[in-house]
């Protein structure tokens, strides 16, 4: 509610009217009643003092000598009493007429206020509903042109695949003309080939036929010769016929044979020369028959063959030009069609254009008419206001000018009833009796009641006075004081109880009951427990309806028959341990919980009223809520993992790892809101909620519909000691990328910028192979040496020299960190920014976890306390992924007091130098050249099932031998080599390959062998292939 801004004016106390209240009564109401009883008591100041401590009362008005009356005593003692018996009935009949006058202008008084308020109030509710028609109509016209962009950019994208795709088919179509032109060449090659070919063809025709035509000569000759043949053997046979019967001796003579040549001998001889020579040109001639016989064959086979080959080609050239011609028809047909849709696309896109010019013009049209009938409306309705207001103002000053009549009246009575009392008291000086003092007293009493009751009409009517001003008239340092400081703090102070008001803010602003309804149950619904973990320590519960009894100070379930539970331990075992902890830290009882099971049919739970709230509650305890690195480390981190596994609905905002809208956070531990709460309020959109949330009422039950209790341990990398070893690095560390996937989230939920190491998928912004010096490798962002500094214990007391060292020495500028001085989020920026952290052991040492990787961590430890005993930090800055280069500097020898850690040290600042020297040199040789060779994202991934064995058939393949192929997995694998396992006969045995193939011998030729396969990849095993059937 706002404050009524009244206006300072000065009060004069001597003119102060009075009340309603009547002086006599014992009426007043309880405040003002108790605040002048308070002025009455002796004791709190008298009349002498009070006025004595304001100028307006001068002290002779009280302290007036007395003088000796000349009358008689007794007389002037009826005199003065009657008269003061007179003026006394006069006064008390005119306070009971400025009591009713008084009452009734205080009840104008009201009235106009409360019209003021109610115009105050229909105005605001008109300006908001006014503002309200403008966002709605705002809203609707922003949908409006939101879904005609959203059209605008389909057709767009439609428009671009449909041009993207008509140049692939135009690219196409190019390519198949070309492949047209050289087949069009081809085919011109082909027929000219061809027509050489019938040439050819013809040129053998014709030799074919003129070697016929010897060979028919050749065979005619033949003939000639053999029938001349015929004929001469026939006539020889005569002739030698006709010489047997005539005898010889006419040729030979008488003598006998003489040797002699003789003609016949002659011819005879002549003849059968000839008859030779014919017969070798008979074979001549057949040869020669024979090799055109068989030339002419062969040439006609290849002729032939060739005229079949070159038709086969022919016609499958024409098939392929008939296809490529078909296909360019389409081609064009389908061309044709995109060109008209492109069109059509393009006359849509600008039909759109058009009409989301035309809304956009309307709705501006809209919005300027809507915006000049509401100024208008605004205009009228301030109008209204101030005339109300002018009217108001007159009454108001008609009634202080009344209420100035009836100070000015109240005041001569005080003046009046002083004097009277001054003349009381000087008539006799020997005035000492008990009957006088009481008298006095009674007057006095008097004073400060009036005085008190001028001080309350003064806060009635509207004057504002100073605590200063009233503690010093009346001197009162308790009971009123407070009240007149009207600051929010005191204000809830005094309504809460509370000493600190600054947490009751807090809480006023965490407690927002927009999820939560208060009724009337006539019976509680039933609960049922889902429970995930194997142990105490790691177990979380999932409860439908888990309630809280404020006067039992418990929490419980509804258990009926119906009632689920799954996961929960065996219940010979259920009640020997608590079921979970409602911490990430473990075995320690501050975090042990359990629930208790009531029945439904109970009477104490019949009909009884319920706080139901319906949204999904993580519910845990913290450890150390002051302590910013127990939040992040025990709570902040694990919750996020927690919240993460649970809530599976995304944001709209996709990269958001959850829907932030969807959960609350309860917190079961004592504790309110502190600065180091700041971090949760990162993990949900509402606002946090403390034990006092359950606390509100202790005859209202608190009922949550979905509770989620426990806490998970993803990222836990250190205990405090708890259990039965000294605190230390737990056993199984986490991954430090999940530590920086929550920081990372932080920064980018802060405005900030992530760096390029930071992103996915990494790409390094610079080549190792031109690198001249490391300190290119640093990042430009970060140029700050920042000193995480403290006020109360563990000082550095020479920070400041420590500081200008540094400087000096690395050029980076320095700056001081402290939590009293620096927001969380302000801390966070100026971490990014960070080249060298240096701090003493304490809990801000853990923001380090938002540095840019191979940023310097130098832990200092106070004097005597050894840094191996206290090492989360440490442990922090190796986790794998993490990359911060950590250093720990401390000072010997080792002190027994375990108070060592809290006293203040003077640090080296030698040794720091070179620690930091020595650190910076790791960070740019190690982790920040590292990043340049290593992929953070990357995984070691499982081979995926061997597919596609193949059996090989090869001339070379020896009978026997086992010949076979696979390949290789997909998905990315890097495989190192291959399982083997082969079935055979009835025995079964391993075999390793370094490639995807395999060639084993020794097998039964004709055998078929059965086989399996599985791919090895840094000792992560595919599943066995199915099995491949061989024959060798």
């Not at 009201?110 to 109509?137: C, S, V, W």
């Not at 003309?177 to 050289?182: H, P, S, T």
């Not at 063809?201 to 043949?229: I, R």
């Not at 979380?540 to 509804?558: A, G």
């Amino acid at each position: 509610m706002e404050e009524t801004a009244y206006t300072k004016v000065p009060v004069d106390f001597t003119n102060t009217y009075l009340s309603h209240y009547n002086l006599h009564e014992t009426s007043l109401p309880e405040p003002v009643d108790r605040l002048i009883n308070h002025l009455a008591q002796p004791g709190n100041g008298g009349a002498n003092s009070l006025f004595y401590n304001d100028n307006r009362f001068p002290p002779s008005i009280l302290r007036t000598k007395p003088r000796l009356s000349e009358t008689p005593r007794h007389q002037q003692d009826n005199t003065v009493i009657k008269s003061l018996k007179e003026e006394n009935n006069s006064l008390n009949t005119k306070n009971t007429n400025l009591k009713i006058e008084n009452q009734s202008l205080r009840d104008e008084n009201t009235e106009l206020n409360r019209k003021i308020e109610q115009l105050n109030a229909n105005a605001e509710l008109r300006l908001q509903r006014a503002e309200e028609e403008i966002r709605m109509d705002y809203n609707v016209e922003h949908y409006k042109n939101k879904e005609l962009e959203i059209k605008i950019n389909d057709l767009t994208k439609s428009l671009d695949n449909s041009n993207h795709r008509l140049q692939k088919e135009l690219e196409k179509s190019k390519q198949m003309e070309l492949k047209l032109e050289e087949l069009s060449s081809q085919h011109s090659k082909t027929m000219k080939a061809n027509s050489l070919l019938v040439k050819r063809s013809k040129e053998l025709d014709n030799l074919l036929e003129s070697t016929h035509q010897n060979l028919f000569e050749h065979k005619k000759e033949c003939a000639l010769l053999n029938k001349w043949k015929l004929e001469n053997e026939s006539m020889l046979e005569d002739y030698k016929n006709a010489l047997g019967e005539a005898g010889l001796s006419h040729i030979y003579g008488s003598g006998g044979y003489s040797g002699g040549r003789t003609p016949l001998k002659d011819f005879l001889k002549l003849l059968k020369g000839e008859n030779q020579e014919l017969k070798a040109e008979n074979k001549l001639v057949n040869r020669e028959l024979k090799e055109l016989k068989y030339e002419l064959v062969t040439n006609s086979k290849s002729y032939i063959s060739d005229m079949e080959k070159k038709e086969t080609k022919l016609a499958t050239l024409e098939d392929q030009l008939r296809c490529i011609e078909r296909l360019l028809e389409e081609k064009k047909l389908e061309s044709s069609n995109l060109k008209e849709e492109k069109r059509q696309l393009c006359a849509d896109k600008l039909r759109l254009e058009n009409d989301k010019k035309r809304l956009i013009d309307e709705t501006e049209l809209k919005q300027f008419e809507l915006l000049n009938r509401t100024n208008l409306q605004i205009k009228e309705i301030r109008e209204n206001y101030e005339s109300d207001k002018y009217d108001l103002r007159i009454a108001y000053d008609k009634l202080q000018e009344k209420n100035i009549e009836l100070q000015a009246e109240i005041g001569q009575l005080i003046r009046d009833r002083r004097a009277a009392a001054n003349s009381y008291y000087q008539r006799d000086p020997r005035i000492n009796n008990i009957q006088s003092r009481q008298e006095r007293s009674g007057f006095d009493q008097l004073n400060k009641k009036l005085l008190a009751v001028a001080y309350v009409t003064g806060l009635i009517s509207g004057l504002i006075i100073s605590q200063q001003e009233i503690i010093k008239l009346i001197g009162v340092k308790n009971g009123i004081a407070p009240f007149l400081n009207c600051s929010s703090n005191l204000k809830l102070a005094l309504t809460s109880g509370k000493a600190n008001a600054h947490e009751m803010e807090n809480e006023q602003k965490y407690e927002i009951e927009e999820d939560t309804i208060v009724q009337v149950m006539h019976t509680l619904p039933e609960s049922s427990v889902y429970c995930t973990g194997s142990n105490f320590n790691n177990r979380y519960c999932r409860i439908r309806n888990l309630c809280y009894h404020p006067k039992q100070k418990d929490w419980f379930i509804v258990r009926t028959n119906r009632s689920i539970f799954e996961n929960l331990p065996a219940d010979s075992d259920r009640y020997k341990k608590p079921l979970l902890e409602l911490s990430s830290i473990d075995d320690h009882p501050y975090f042990e919980w359990d629930y208790t099971e009531v029945s439904p049919f109970d009477e104490n739970l019949r009909n009884v009223t319920v706080r139901y709230t319906s949204s999904t509650h993580f519910m845990f305890k913290r450890l150390h809520p002051l302590n910013i690195m127990h939040n992040l480390h025990d709570d902040v981190l694990n919750l996020y993992f927690h919240i993460k596994k649970v809530i599976t609905r995304l944001d709209q905002n996709t990269d958001l790892p959850f829907n932030l809208n969807d959960h609350r956070i309860q917190f079961l531990d004592p504790y309110e809101g502190t600065e180091s709460t700041r971090p949760f309020q990162y993990l949900s959109r509402h606002p946090l909620r403390f034990t006092s949330f359950l606390h509100q009422d202790d005859n209202i039950i608190t009922c949550f519909r979905d509770a989620i209790v426990g806490n998970s341990q993803t990222t836990k990398w250190y205990q405090y000691g708890f259990i039965d070893e000294p605190q230390g690095p737990v056993k199984n560390l986490p991954n430090g990328l999940h530590v920086r996937e929550v920081a990372e989230w932080i920064i980018k939920r802060n405005g900030l910028e992530l760096g390029w190491d930071e992103k996915y998928p990494i790409n390094p912004p610079i080549l190792l192979d031109k690198l001249t010096d490391l300190s290119v490798l640093d990042f430009s962002e970060t140029e700050l040496i920042v000193i995480l500094s403290r006020k109360s214990n563990r000082i550095i007391i020479n920070e400041m020299e420590l500081a200008e060292k540094l400087t000096g020495v690395f050029g980076y500028k320095t700056v001081f960190v402290r939590n009293e001085d620096y927001s969380f989020e302000e801390q966070i920026k100026i971490l990014r920014k960070a080249r060298i952290v240096i701090g003493m052991h304490g809990s801000i040492l853990v923001m380090a976890m938002f540095c840019r990787r191979g940023t310097v961590l130098i832990e200092m430890f106070p004097y005597a306390v050894p840094s191996e005993d206290y090492t989360p930090y440490k442990t922090m800055a190796a986790l794998p992924g993490m990359d911060l280069v950590y250093r720990a500097w401390e000072a010997i020898p080792i002190e027994l007091n375990c108070m060592a850690i809290y006293q203040d040290t003077e640090v080296t600042v030698s040794e720091i130098t070179k620690l930091v020297e020595e650190a910076l040199l790791e960070s740019r040789k190690s982790v920040l050249f590292n990043l340049y060779n290593k992929n953070y994202w990357a995984a070691t991934i499982r081979p995926s099932k061997v597919r596609e064995i193949e059996c090989v058939e090869h001339a070379e393949r020896e009978a026997g031998t086992l010949w076979a192929k696979w390949k290789d997995p997909w998905g990315g694998v890097l495989v190192e080599k291959w399982s083997v396992l082969i079935g055979n006969d009835g025995k079964e045995y391993t075999t390793v390959s370094n490639t995807s193939s395999i060639s084993i011998p020794g097998f039964t030729p004709g055998q078929t062998v059965r086989f399996f396969v599985r791919a090895i990849s840094n000792k992560s095993f595919s599943p066995w292939s199915d099995g491949a059937n061989c024959r060798v």
